[in-house]
């Protein structure tokens, strides 16, 4: 199966590549149409600008997401909420900042790691341990944040169900949960061990894609693949990687951008016939 993905475009309506950016970005989905994607994934940092001007940037681009005749899901980045995150989810269509999907035989997992963040105020005392990391590690910085305890709780029956049921797993998350696939400057999803021991224990996890460090990174744990997409913001230099095409086989994954070259090729350690 095919799934196109693209993360960190930073629409900014005021900004002199205004509509470079909106002509780039339908190369993509004409790109994705191609290729006859079951779907495409924007993975977060959707807009920059702050207030009014954050809000209609938000307007202006999700009408270019709304002309592909696939859908196109949305992850909640730490830009994307310089809209309210009511707001945001109105707009893309969401009922939760985090979901699930299934398509072709896979069950698809979108994460909110701004579920806790440097001005949310959380009400049990788990989430309030887990704000504290914000802080104590100069990785969990200020520009992200943390999943809670509700929504670990979701994922941990996401993850059974899957499980229980044979399907392989791919997860979204706009931040890194892995240091190899980020710096320090940028950070790291405050609660990332947390995570990434929970996604470990479960062998039908095939990857987990993510944006926000705007370069390109991977990393494997036990099993799992931990990538890091290049930011479109950043498709004019090296690796020139605008918007990717993931290809899930039985016993490979691929991650190709729009010039046709590979990003990636990842062994799957999960098989099965979808």
């Known amino acids: 199966m095919k799934l196109g993905i693209v993360t960190d475009i930073h629409f900014n309506g005021s900004a002199g590549d205004?509509?470079?950016?909106q002509n780039d970005l339908r190369r993509c989905l004409d790109f994705w149409r191609q290729h006859d994607v079951c779907f495409a994934v924007q993975l977060g940092d959707l807009i920059d600008g702050e207030g009014h001007k954050a809000s209609e940037n938000l307007a202006e681009i999700l009408s270019i997401f709304r002309t592909p005749p696939f859908?196109?899901?949305h992850v909640t980045g730490n830009h994307c909420l310089e809209v309210p995150l009511r707001d945001y989810l109105q707009r893309t269509r969401l009922c939760s900042p985090y979901y699930s999907f299934r398509c072709e035989g896979i069950r698809f997992i979108a994460l909110h790691g701004m579920d806790i963040n440097p001005e949310s105020e959380?009400?049990?005392?788990?989430?309030r341990e887990r704000k504290?990391?914000?802080?104590r590690?100069?990785?969990?910085n200020r520009y992200c944040g943390a999943i809670g305890e509700n929504q670990i709780r979701w994922l941990q029956h996401q993850l059974d169900d899957a499980s229980a049921a044979g399907e392989a797993v791919i997860v979204f998350n706009h931040f890194p949960l892995l240091k190899e696939?980020?710096?320090?400057?940028h950070g790291i999803l405050w609660n990332h061990e947390e995570i990434t021991g929970l996604l470990s224990g479960y062998p039908n996890v095939l990857a987990c894609f993510n944006g926000?460090?705007?370069?390109?990174?991977?990393?494997q744990r036990c099993g799992t693949h931990f990538v890091t997409l290049p930011a479109f913001k950043n498709r004019n230099r090296q690796p020139f990687f605008s918007c990717g095409l993931v290809?899930?086989?039985?016993s490979e994954m691929t991650v190709t951008g729009m010039n046709g070259d590979t990003l990636h090729e990842l062994p799957l350690r999960f098989s099965r016939q979808w």
């Open 247 to 250: 290809e899930v086989g039985t």
């Open 137 to 140: 590690d100069p990785w969990a």
């Open 132 to 135: 504290r990391l914000f802080g």
């Open 18 to 21: 205004r509509d470079a950016q």
């Open 181 to 185: 696939t980020t710096d320090e400057v």
């Open 122 to 127: 959380p009400e049990r005392d788990a989430d």
């Open 212 to 219: 926000h460090f705007h370069q390109s990174a991977v990393a």
């Open 71 to 73: 859908t196109v899901f």
